[in-house]
């Protein structure tokens, strides 16, 4: 049983456009909460993380939307580029415990 | 380069054969983990290690086992118990205290 619920499994965007990812957890322990990219055959790479004290984290064209009362996480991509083409996962971890719990992952395609 | 190196790449595996998948890391890195990955599922933990000589199991730990005799090593034994073993193995590894994870590049076990 998935303890990190994510959707959508898969979207195409325009380049220039949005990606949007959601991901729900119950487990009310969790404290820590990343994503991670990965490339076709590569390893996952941690790409942004956020904890529940803050509800926004934004590095460069990637932000975290984090909302704690609804238990809910959100990647957003802005401009996507062809670039960003990958698999995202979201995960979380309670705070008395190192083992990530991974979502089922979302396969973005951007198009030229 | 400081790094995990997962080997072999491709691992074919007979009925009834155990195979065990190489992972090595010289980032001096105290926790190693290894995760299976199965499309649409994400990423499952099949055992992890915080120090020499101690592991734990993960979530699908049945058909698996691990050894850490060293620091910068964790094989994967894939016992013939395992019946469904195709899949996408990823090592990681996490030096103490720190959030981020590590990923090697992946062997990709097939069975014949």
């Known amino acids: 049983q998935q303890q990190v619920k994510q959707s959508p499994q898969s979207l195409i965007v325009q380049k220039g456009g949005i990606s949007i990812i959601n991901c729900a957890y119950e487990n009310t322990a969790f404290d820590y909460f990343p994503w991670y990219q990965q490339f076709p055959g590569k390893g996952p790479a941690l790409l942004i993380a956020i904890r529940p004290d803050v509800s926004e984290k934004k590095e460069g064209r990637f932000t975290i939307s984090f909302n704690k009362s609804a238990k809910q996480f959100s990647l957003h991509i802005m401009d996507s580029q062809p670039g960003d083409s990958a698999t995202y996962f979201c995960?979380?971890?309670?705070?008395?415990?190192?083992?990530?719990?991974f979502g089922a992952g979302t396969t973005v395609t951007v198009r030229a | 380069d400081g790094g995990i190196t997962q080997s072999p790449k491709y691992l074919f595996r007979k009925e009834g054969q155990n195979v065990t998948l190489s992972c090595e890391q010289n980032l001096n890195h105290d926790a190693m983990y290894w995760y299976r990955q199965d499309p649409g599922q994400g990423l499952r933990l099949i055992y992890y290690s915080q120090i020499v000589n101690d592991f734990q199991k993960g979530d699908i730990a049945e058909g698996y086992s691990v050894s850490r005799e060293k620091k910068e090593s964790f094989p994967l034994t894939v016992t013939s118990a395992q019946k469904n073993p195709t899949a996408f193995y990823l090592c990681?590894?996490?030096?103490?205290?720190?959030?981020?994870?590590?990923f090697g590049s992946g062997t990709q076990l097939s069975v014949l």
């Open positions: 990681a590894s996490r030096t103490g205290g720190a959030e981020k994870l590590f």
């Open positions: 995960a979380a971890r309670p705070r008395t415990d190192y083992k990530l719990s």
